[in-house]
Nanobody, 121 residues
Framework: QVQLVESGGGLVQAGGSLRLSCAAS????????MGWFRQAPGKERDIVAA???????TYYADSVKGRFTISRDNGNTVNLQMNNLKPEDTAVYYC???????????????WGQGTQVTVSS
């Protein structure tokens, strides 16, 4: 059974950085796409970034291009490096996984529990 566990959220001042991590287990991830989503209070959950397992394909929402980077370590951990954070980046961030290499917005099969990111002005 696929499990995704996020870590690394917290409180940071505007202009600061945070690194989120997602530990994936229970699946054969070489054929998966991993995504990061976020949901702010009163808003829908939106995709932030996605990456095919091999890294050959990536996707970033326009609002985070040039500031966020999605990557994977040598194991089953997918990271989201967030730089130059803004108050509007405040949200619960979720890790997600789906089969296939399509990194464009689509339905995801597996979700983590989420981690809170708060950016103060």
């Amino acid at each position: 059974q696929v499990q995704l566990v996020e870590s690394g959220g917290g409180l940071v001042q505007a202009g600061g950085s945070l690194r989120l991590s997602c530990a994936a287990s229970g699946g054969t991830f070489s054929s998966y796409t991993m995504g990061w989503f976020r949901q702010a209070p009163g808003k829908e959950r939106d995709i932030v970034a996605a990456r095919s397992w091999s890294g050959s394909n990536t996707y970033y929402a326009d609002s985070v291009k040039g500031r966020f980077t999605i990557s994977r370590d040598n194991g089953n951990t997918v990271n989201l490096q967030m730089n130059n954070l803004k108050p509007e980046d405040t949200a619960v961030y979720y890790c997600a996984a789906r089969s296939g290499s399509n990194v464009y917005p689509a339905a995801y099969d597996y979700w983590g529990q989420g981690t809170q990111v708060t950016v103060s002005s």
